[in-house]
């Protein structure tokens, strides 16, 4: 496949509304594009996008005009419906291209890819019904985790197991769909790779930040992460294995367990196994933004447009915070606050675990 | 005066829709806000902002319409006709304030004024007519520089005066409007201060930069710039006292030349003269977004919504290059250097003299 030719004044098109696809869209017209954002429901991305369309996922009428009216599709989600993509595609050059989506949309096709790579994860075992629920239990064991194969996130779509559980009602519980079990895994932390492909196959990934979750959130990011330079480097190839092996082109992001054991001898031996692919850019790259000579956006924007991907390097080691539901409230202390830069999404309404806005704050050098 | 409480989701009024205007526009988008783009002509601001109006700066029913649509307004360009500035300033707040304005739009008012605030410029004279400007040139002496009091930018609406030349000539071929004759200063460098003045009385200053003019039109812009630490800290003093005399909110920049004589006995004496002041964000303020924590643009929204003034330290070193006219069409060569921040306009048509966007590069710290 060749690239189209993109340039300056030409149209990228977003699908989604949500501070992912207004952050796209402004990285976008910082490379002198226009950008028009296509979803069900107006959101913050409307507001920067040079036009944008209200319409259903799938209403092929609005997509076949959103698709005539761009020059090169991207999306700010992993869950577009299948049907979308396949007629996006038929019309237009679309990345990262629909087999990432559909590997990514589906927790036991992505831990299959993985593993079919030589790529860690935590054990698994596919899940259909009450009786495959008993013998995964039997092959994992207790505690672990049921997940539903598909629109998980945030924590959403998940259920511990624990030891005297009633299987059958977790199942229902979960809604009775096809699941996957998951082990768990004992890490030491939890980290990700955000990097991005390029159409030449180039890549490009930022240091490996640290992340730290609250209720199933991520809160903060920190980059570098505190892990040895071989396992970081160990880290970002996977990711690019991952990237390879799906031709992917944009950003992506690996969500990785870093786990730290000791053995009886005194050894500390690190590893990893990867928990969750995002085709996307990601909530963990958002420190780019201020932290490093190109965003998270600016690459995804270059790389489905074809362009050379930018420098990945850190001004400084950086933190991010989210301000989720009511944080946001302190938004003015943080204007307040020496170094601090402030994002927040124009969101009206500030509903509890709504992403509202993030802070980054460059770290002194050591 | 107390500031209205500008908060997430209100709208920053704009008047001009270039490409200050649009990274306007992106910086309050950046903090929350909406923009209300308002311009005669459709241009790179209309891309990006929430909402336009195209009309003229006399139409009373579309401005009337505007200022109930913003919270705050503000400019992108000095020429701001009295009459909009005023009606608009009867409806809204409107920063920088019209004194400002009224100022930077009259040569003659804008050396007046700094020379009252004991800061150095060019030695001028007024000249009104013919008689005014031959006894203009007998007190300034040749060369000197006719400049029309108005409406002068990238060096439009000046005119050399060199020995032998015939004033009436020189007088109408710049026409015979009010103008001053300014001396010719021998200067060692062109620099500029790029500061921002807050609600509360507040200054804050970026590094001082040094420029580079090709054809009257600002090619290269470094910082820091290349000049003793207390001429620079002098430098910024000046612009300090400039914001403070007009009570002005929002990004002032004030170019100025660096003087260096050597005197007979060998000392080098460094001094500074005011060229000009722009009440605005400001072309050699580029290198902000890419260098600096906080950008110019989003300390000038910062400043116009009443918030606190941001951190002005700079990353590294910093180099910004114009690209005019046809230069814009290395941009893929641009993309390719590692390293290098570009960013482009979205103007469709590369005139020679038109500015279509800027790169910067981080430099080696030393």
Redesign the interface.
Known sequence: MTHIGIR??DTVGILGSGQLG?ML??AA??????SHVYAPESGPAF??A?THTRAEYDNDEALAKFAAEVHVITYEFENVPAHTAEFLVARRQVHPNPVALATSQDRLLEKQFLNSLGIPTAPFAQVDDGGSLARAVAQIGRPSILKTRRFGYDGKGQAMVREGADLSAVFRGIGAQPCILEGVVDFAREISVVGARGFDGSFAAWDVCENTHEHHILAVTRAPANIAPETAAQAVGMASRIAEALNYVGVIAVEMFHIVKKRPNGEVVESLAVNELAPRVHNSGHWTL?GS??SQFEQHI?AICG??L??T?L??PVEMRNLIGSD?DM??EL??E???????????EARPGRKM?HFTR?LPQE
Chains 1, 2 share one sequence.
């Open positions: 300056q004044g207004r869209a402004s017209a910082r490379l002198g594009l226009r507001d920067v040079t201020d000579v190109t270059r362009w050379p930018g420098s390097r001004h400084a946001v938004w003015r204007l307040n020496p170094g601090v830069c402030l994002h927040l999404y124009g969101k009206r806005g460059l």
